[in-house]
């Protein structure tokens, strides 16, 4: 294993330099800090910031991450409930957690590792990922701990806190069907999201297994955005009236209550003309007119448990795994019997 005297040494500068530029000091050019992580990255060398906490009697320093929550339009409130949980276990047992937000600028200026090197993290969360983004990648070599939430990354200090989205949204489905709903219109998430594609899945399964299709017209494409799942449900239904589905499946909360509103705008009733399920289990959805059915998965205990997950890989790497937590279906008055 590479050690500060291999970085020194390969990087032609003294082991002092190499020290300060791993702890931040400004007194060290950007070209040269830069030049000294690429050499650490390269040679698979991480500082033991878990010694050093320790030596000074604190505990180590983690981070959320925040991937895309500058770039995209989302505003519901699954970030801040994810967030939430994880301050919960922090608070529960004295971590400390910092927060940040990597947007795609960030990721091509700095590696992962950099970046914690930097901050002097000894593991992040990381929320929000793309598998598109070029942290993705990077995270599978890293030798510093993560854990990822509703991603699955491949790699040996590397857990992940999900649910089945694809048997949570099968069962989802398989309620439209048993209510005798046969044209189905389904509202498609983020191409880029790994949810988007497990959660399609599992309608196809529960599709499939009725025999029923869903021709391209039905699929709705709304990158788990409010004001496009609104204009596009608005024109489909512009488009077809009533003629072609008789209820919506969305892949998030917050664009069913963008095709509620088109809905309610264009004259039409839930569940009377169309009924309309939902995902994610936000708080509002029991306080829309009417409530919203959908999938709760209960994103205060992802964030809690992501967290403690975490803390159990720092303190023993061989604790990194998937931790696949329960959903629940919850029947509300959008969705009526045909």
Same mark, same amino acid.
């Given at each position: 294993?590479?050690?500060?005297?291999?970085?020194?040494?390969?990087?032609?500068?003294?082991?002092?330099?190499?020290?300060?530029?791993?702890?931040?000091?400004?007194?060290?050019?950007?070209?040269?800090?830069?030049?000294?992580?690429?050499?650490?990255? /390269? &040679?698979? *060398?991480?500082?033991?910031?878990? @010694?050093?906490?320790?030596?000074? !009697?604190?505990?180590? +320093? #983690? =981070?959320?991450?925040?991937?895309?929550?500058?770039?995209?339009?989302?505003?519901? /409130? &699954?970030? *801040?409930?994810?967030?939430?949980? @994880?301050?919960?276990?922090?608070? !529960?047992?004295?971590? +400390? #957690? =910092?927060?940040?937000?990597?947007?795609?600028?960030?990721?091509?200026?700095?590696?992962?590792?950099?970046?914690?090197?930097?901050?002097?993290?000894?593991?992040?969360?990381?929320?929000?990922?793309?598998?598109?983004?070029?942290?993705?990648?990077?995270?599978?070599?890293?030798?510093?701990?993560?854990?990822?939430?509703?991603?699955?990354?491949?790699?040996?200090?590397?857990?992940?806190?999900?649910?089945?989205?694809?048997?949570?949204?099968?069962?989802?489905?398989?309620?439209?069907?048993?209510?005798?709903?046969?044209?189905?219109?389904?509202?498609?998430?983020?191409?880029?999201?790994?949810?988007?594609?497990?959660?399609?899945?599992?309608?196809?399964?529960?599709?499939?297994?009725?025999?029923?299709?869903?021709?391209?017209?039905?699929?709705?494409?709304?990158?788990?955005?409010?004001?496009?799942?609104?204009?596009?449900?608005?024109?489909?239904?512009?488009?077809?009236?009533?003629?072609?589905?008789?209820?919506?499946?969305?892949?998030?909360?917050?664009?069913?209550?963008?095709?509620?509103?088109?809905?309610?705008?264009?004259?039409?009733?839930?569940?009377?003309?169309?009924?309309?399920?939902?995902?994610?289990?936000?708080?509002?959805?029991?306080?829309?007119?009417?409530?919203?059915?959908?999938?709760?998965?209960?994103?205060?205990?992802?964030?809690?448990?992501?967290?403690?997950?975490?803390?159990?890989?720092?303190?023993?790497?061989?604790?990194?795994?998937?931790?696949?937590?329960?959903?629940?279906?919850?029947?509300?008055?959008?969705?009526?019997?045909?």
């Amino acid at each position: 294993m590479a050690t500060i005297k291999d970085v020194a040494r390969k990087a032609g500068v003294s082991i002092g330099t190499v020290s300060r530029a791993f702890n931040g000091y400004k007194d060290i050019p950007e070209t040269t800090r830069h030049s000294i992580l690429k050499v650490a990255e /390269e &040679m698979g *060398y991480v500082p033991n910031i878990n @010694a050093r906490s320790l030596s000074a !009697k604190k505990k180590p +320093n #983690i =981070a959320m991450l925040m991937s895309g929550i500058l770039e995209e339009r989302r505003s519901d /409130e &699954m970030p *801040y409930l994810l967030m939430k949980g @994880a301050f919960q276990y922090a608070s !529960k047992s004295g971590m +400390n #957690i =910092a927060t940040y937000s990597i947007d795609s600028k960030l990721q091509r200026e700095k590696t992962y590792d950099q970046f914690c090197y930097e901050h002097s993290l000894a593991g992040t969360l990381l929320f929000g990922l793309r598998t598109t983004d070029l942290y993705f990648k990077s995270l599978q070599k890293s030798a510093i701990p993560c854990v990822t939430v509703d991603v699955t990354v491949k790699g040996p200090l590397i857990g992940s806190v999900i649910i089945d989205d694809a048997a949570a949204f099968e069962d989802l489905t398989e309620y439209l069907v048993r209510n005798n709903h046969r044209k189905i219109a389904i509202l498609y998430g983020r191409r880029q999201a790994e949810v988007t594609s497990k959660r399609w899945q599992g309608a196809k399964r529960a599709l499939d297994r009725h025999g029923l299709t869903c021709p391209k017209s039905r699929i709705i494409e709304t990158d788990f955005d409010y004001d496009k799942a609104y204009q596009r449900v608005r024109r489909y239904l512009e488009c077809f009236g009533t003629s072609d589905a008789t209820a919506f499946l969305c892949m998030s909360d917050l664009t069913a209550i963008g095709a509620m509103q088109a809905i309610k705008d264009l004259g039409y009733h839930v569940p009377d003309d169309f009924s309309l399920a939902g995902y994610d289990g936000s708080n509002i959805t029991r306080y829309t007119d009417p409530g919203i059915t959908t999938i709760d998965q209960s994103p205060l205990e992802k964030g809690y448990a992501a967290a403690q997950l975490l803390s159990e890989i720092i303190a023993d790497p061989k604790a990194a795994r998937q931790l696949v937590l329960p959903h629940k279906l919850i029947a509300r008055d959008s969705i009526r019997k045909i």
